[in-house]
């Protein structure tokens, strides 16, 4: 097992284009997280599912941003009609159900740059 | 929801020194937990300790401790003996109980200098 892994590592985009990030959590982890980190901020929750069933959404995550975990291994996290705010790392974490407690395990990112 | 500050942005260390960085945090929770995370540059997050609120011993790992303080809600990560490969940025995060979700600081940045 290799970890949390993100495709792509970087993106850049112009503004108004659609994009998808990729998330391959740790095969045995039931739940997978997405968080959004700002220059010179710490990591903020967007969403997170349990198996293929996404259970929270925060209010971060406007009508343009849609995430899905097919089958319940990986997830896409997509992003319509991009603003030049969306620019941002886009960090993706697994953990079981019963570790939570233990902490995640974190992907390397997404970093998105609009321009 | 909970806030946690960490009000160092950066700190500097010579090698082979020791460094402390601070969190604080506010919550009504009494039983929680609190980590703290490493961020190389490009690299992925990693945790380096983590305290359970409920556990009054400070957590260690090797050449991290921290010093829990619960009635203070104050919980700073000292790393000894620094190492260049220790240059990163920490962030320190907050998780209720019978929770998921995790309430990160701003981060502190430490370059340890050679």
């Known amino acids: 097992d290799t970890g949390v892994s993100q495709d792509p590592r970087h993106k850049i985009t112009k503004r108004g284009q659609n994009v998808t990030f990729r998330c391959d959590p740790i095969s045995e982890h039931n739940r997978l997280y997405w968080y959004r980190q700002t220059l010179g901020q710490g990591p903020e929750f967007l969403t997170y599912?349990?198996?293929?069933?996404?259970?929270?959404k925060s209010r971060l995550l406007s009508d343009r941003f849609s995430a899905e975990r097919p089958k319940g291994s990986f997830s896409t996290l997509e992003i319509q009609r991009t603003e030049q705010g969306d620019s941002a790392m886009y960090l993706c974490?697994?953990?079981?159900?019963?570790?939570?407690?233990?902490?995640?395990?974190f992907g390397s990112g997404t970093r998105l740059t609009v321009v | 929801a909970q806030t946690v500050t960490q009000s160092q942005p950066e700190m500097s260390v010579q090698e082979a020194e020791t460094v402390t960085l601070s969190c604080t945090y506010d919550?009504?929770?009494?039983?929680?937990?609190l980590f703290w995370y490493k961020q190389p540059p490009s690299r992925q997050m990693i945790l380096v300790i983590r305290?359970?609120?409920?556990?009054?011993q400070n957590a260690t790992e090797n050449r991290f401790s921290v010093n829990f303080q619960k009635a203070a809600k104050s919980f700073s990560l000292k790393i000894s003996d620094s190492q260049l490969g220790d240059t990163a940025m920490y962030f320190c995060a907050f998780m209720k109980d019978n929770d998921y979700k995790l309430s990160f600081g701003a981060g502190t940045t430490v370059t340890v200098r050679a």
């Open positions: 305290q359970e609120a409920y556990k009054q």
């Open positions: 919550t009504s929770e009494n039983n929680y937990y």
């Open positions: 974490a697994s953990s079981s159900v019963g570790r939570v407690n233990y902490g995640y395990t």
């Open positions: 599912f349990q198996n293929e069933a996404q259970l929270e």
